[in-house]
């Protein structure tokens, strides 16, 4: 199996998320392998809207890009887990976007994962280097190095390879790599077999981009 998450980030309002959807959706259609997940992770707002034009794709699920470490309460902003558990399957945590503008440690990231594995829904654990803590009940652990995200240079297979042995993952979570995979360099990345898929940043955010991306793994 390999997954394709398409982190949006603070993108897209409903207009545009529609529109990705019906171009996106359009050519996935004719996708028939059950080797492949597609997982989007769009802003909050987004999530019921795009669950319900998903629903009659097995193979698209949906990720929420935060959780609060509090439960259902009086925390004024807040999105508890449990509101979260109706609407996605995922959540990513420990992205460095979380860790470098909103302070978050291995603390907050450990209370956030727990409160999502509480209430049924599977961490995406993003790490920065094989320093970063791994918590067990990870579904996957994302590689992206910092110098990676959103900057162009891609990681090369060697090192990305080499990081999966030294976090001596097997048989545990799903190593997947993120930052700056697009369409011209994912192929190299899938003829390893050791990468089990791609946390896509702006490459996602275009949905034939992000198709074609899905599309050659098929
Ligand atoms: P990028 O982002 O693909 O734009 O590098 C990846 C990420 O931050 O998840």
Same mark, same amino acid.
């Given at each position: 199996?390999? +997954?394709?998450?398409?982190?949006?980030?603070?993108?897209?309002?409903?207009?545009?998320?529609?529109?990705?959807?019906?171009?996106?959706?359009?050519?996935?259609?004719?996708?028939?392998?059950?080797?492949?997940?597609?997982?989007?992770?769009?802003? +909050? #707002?987004?999530?019921?809207?795009?669950?319900?034009?998903?629903?009659?794709?097995?193979?698209?699920?949906?990720?929420?890009?935060?959780?609060? !470490? +509090? &439960?259902?309460?009086?925390?004024?902003?807040? !999105? &508890?887990?449990?509101?979260?558990?109706?609407?996605?399957?995922?959540?990513?945590?420990?992205?460095?976007?979380?860790?470098?503008?909103?302070?978050?440690?291995?603390?907050?990231?450990?209370?956030?994962?727990?409160?999502? !594995?509480?209430?049924?829904?599977?961490?995406?654990?993003?790490?920065?280097?094989?320093?970063?803590?791994?918590?067990?009940?990870?579904?996957?652990?994302?590689?992206?190095?910092?110098?990676?995200?959103?900057?162009?240079?891609?990681?090369?297979?060697?090192?990305?390879?080499?990081?999966?042995?030294?976090?001596?993952?097997?048989?545990? #979570?799903?190593?997947?790599?993120?930052?700056?995979?697009?369409?011209?360099?994912?192929? &190299?990345?899938?003829?390893?077999?050791?990468?089990?898929?791609?946390?896509?940043?702006?490459?996602?955010?275009? #949905?034939?981009?992000?198709?074609?991306?899905?599309?050659?793994?098929?």
């Amino acid at each position: 199996m390999k +997954y394709f998450i398409a982190n949006w980030k603070a993108n897209k309002n409903i207009e545009e998320a529609n529109e990705w959807l019906t171009i996106f959706l359009s050519k996935y259609t004719g996708i028939k392998s059950n080797e492949i997940t597609v997982i989007i992770a769009p802003p +909050y #707002p987004l999530l019921p809207i795009i669950k319900n034009k998903i629903s009659m794709y097995p193979n698209i699920l949906l990720a929420s890009q935060d959780v609060s !470490v +509090y &439960p259902t309460g009086s925390f004024t902003g807040e !999105v &508890p887990a449990s509101t979260l558990a109706e609407l996605a399957n995922f959540v990513i945590l420990g992205h460095n976007e979380r860790r470098q503008y909103f302070h978050e440690d291995t603390d907050i990231i450990n209370k956030k994962l727990s409160a999502a !594995v509480q209430n049924g829904i599977a961490p995406i654990l993003c790490i920065r280097d094989d320093k970063d803590f791994i918590h067990d009940d990870a579904f996957c652990v994302v590689y992206e190095p910092v110098s990676a995200i959103g900057t162009g240079n891609n990681e090369s297979v060697d090192k990305i390879i080499e990081i999966r042995n030294r976090l001596k993952l097997l048989p545990g #979570p799903k190593f997947i790599y993120g930052g700056s995979v697009d369409a011209k360099n994912v192929r &190299p990345y899938l003829k390893t077999g050791e990468i089990d898929g791609f946390l896509i940043g702006k490459a996602s955010l275009d #949905p034939i981009s992000f198709y074609q991306i899905v599309e050659a793994a098929l």
